[in-house]
């Protein structure tokens, strides 16, 4: 009786953890992205983009100076 709700409610957590779960991983061909690859950003632009999230309020102090040192190893 209450089993195809519940398999709905699973499906549909399952679905929105397969579409956001993996932010390595694009959505719509699976395919991995290398980030270190020439096609893909360099550090400067990491650093660019992190710049500008930063100065518009999506990435706090903290995440901003862990998410820098990292891009800068």
Do not use: C
């Not at 499906?11 to 395919?31: E, K, P």
């Not at 991995?32 to 999506?58: C, F, M, T, V």
């Amino acid at each position: 009786m209450f089993i195809i709700p519940l398999l709905t409610v699973v499906f549909v957590i399952w679905l929105i953890f397969y579409a956001f779960g993996n932010s390595h991983t694009s959505f719509y061909n699976n395919n991995p992205i290398n980030y270190s690859s020439n096609q893909g950003y360099s550090k400067d632009k990491a650093l660019e983009i992190l710049r500008e999230r930063y100065a518009r309020g999506e990435v706090s102090d903290e995440e901003y100076q862990k998410i820098k040192r990292n891009l800068e190893l």
